[in-house]
């Protein structure tokens, strides 16, 4: 039996392989029990449960290929990048959010905001983010702990991140066309400003991730956007018409920014460790850090 060479690529390859399939076959299930659901509780608990089946389905290929659960990435390490990962969505929320309420399209809700930041909000606060660091830990264990950095063996960070963001966006499809995770306006008007949006985010984490060599920032970042631009935000908007094509996830602001911000962490390619292919072959303007 040939030895476990963690740097091989056909190593890295099959890793790959066997994790889409896991989570696929997990997923399913979970996608299956959302879109069966018919309670709000029910269709939330086992969101939580489809967002955890690329995490575990990483777990169990660790688990097969290495025989343990190293190279997740957990460590902390330079405190910038968990930083990163805490302050860039929050404050890209108050860009999209702001421009809104100076707009006039939707006012600041000054009622909701007295109750927002008052001393009592902040256990519900917590709790929240926590919740959604949580739910966003399943998925980013899976997509950025184990696919990034075993793709980034085999292939240039522009295809890995390319690559894996399609993935990690067609993942979500299911929940789009059958269940209630869309937008308020037309199916297609969402599925048309969720693609670029989710795809320019896979690109942002993934440099976060093998910048920073560990699966933590992209935690942070997800969590931190689900919450700020799901929760916080939108209860600080009166929601109009307007709002509703403009703010959150299937509004057209927020493909408008990740395009944005992944063409200028793309731009940043060569600050980041070389990947697989760039090892011997670099991609144009690029350099071995």
């Not at 039996?1 to 399939?21: I, W």
């Not at 929050?90 to 959010?97: D, E, P, Q, S």
């Not at 894996?164 to 599925?191: E, K, N, Q, R, V």
């Amino acid at each position: 039996m040939t030895p476990y060479d963690p740097a091989s690529p056909s190593t890295a390859r099959r890793e790959v392989l066997l994790f889409l399939l896991l989570t696929l076959a997990l997923s399913s299930v979970g996608w299956a029990l959302t879109i069966g659901s018919t309670t709000r509780e029910s269709v939330l608990l086992f969101t939580l449960v489809t967002m955890w089946c690329p995490g575990i389905a990483a777990a169990l290929t660790r688990l097969y290929v290495q025989r343990d659960l190293k190279g997740f990435g957990f460590r902390v390490g330079d405190l910038r990048w968990p930083l990163v990962g805490i302050v860039l969505p929050i404050a890209v929320g108050l860009l999209m959010f702001g421009a809104v309420w100076a707009s006039g399209v939707g006012a600041f809700d000054t009622e909701s905001a007295a109750t927002v930041f008052s001393l009592a909000f902040v256990p519900a606060f917590l709790v929240s983010i926590l919740f959604n660091l949580f739910a966003a830990a399943g998925e980013e264990i899976g997509w950025r702990g184990l696919l990034v950095p075993e793709m980034a063996k085999f292939m240039g960070f522009t295809e890995l991140a390319l690559l894996s963001g399609g993935i990690w966006t067609a993942w979500h499809f299911p929940m789009i066309l059958f269940s209630s995770y869309h937008g308020a306006g037309p199916l297609w008007f969402s599925i048309a400003v969720f693609i670029p949006s989710v795809m320019g985010a896979g690109l942002v984490l993934a440099w976060l991730t093998l910048k920073s060599g560990s699966v933590v920032p992209a935690i942070l970042f997800h969590g931190f956007w689900n919450y700020f631009i799901q929760q916080f935000y939108p209860a600080l908007t009166v929601q109009t018409a307007g709002t509703e094509m403009i703010l959150g996830e299937f509004g057209w602001a927020s493909p408008a920014i990740y395009v944005v911000l992944a063409l200028v962490f793309w731009h940043y390619r060569s600050l980041l460790p070389a990947t697989g292919r760039d090892s011997s072959r670099k991609e144009p303007g690029t350099q071995t850090v």
